[in-house]
């Protein structure tokens, strides 16, 4: 995901709800995010729909992965305040706590 407001809020969620997390830059491309996602046994890949010319989300599913795309070339206006999915927060599990024992972000260096 590209540096945003979007990007940040959605790491934040996908924390709260336990997924393991291996953040990839977008300049990253099939070999890379490949390698990445072999490694670490990735089955889920968000990813904006097109990025700077770049079309991520076929890039994932070229790779095999199961992919969730945003539009980020649509502008954001008065009613699109951010590009991010809408859904209803009590309907989310508690947040785990910081000593729950399971990783929530693997890094690549």
Avoid at 8 to 37: D, F, T, Y
Avoid at 61 to 71: C, K, P, Q, S
């Amino acid at each position: 995901m590209p540096t945003t407001i979007e990007a940040a809020v959605l790491m934040m969620a996908c924390a709260r709800i336990g997924i393991v997390q291996n953040p990839v830059i977008p300049m990253l491309r099939h070999r890379e995010v490949g390698s990445i996602s072999e490694q670490l046994g990735t089955r889920l890949l968000l990813v904006p729909e097109r990025w700077r010319g770049f079309d991520h989300a076929a890039m994932g599913r070229e790779l095999g992965l199961e992919v969730v795309a945003f539009d980020y070339e649509s502008p954001v206006g008065a009613t699109t305040a951010l590009r991010l999915p809408v859904g209803d927060p009590a309907s989310l599990p508690s947040p785990r706590g910081p000593n729950s024992g399971s990783t929530t972000w693997e890094r690549i260096a």
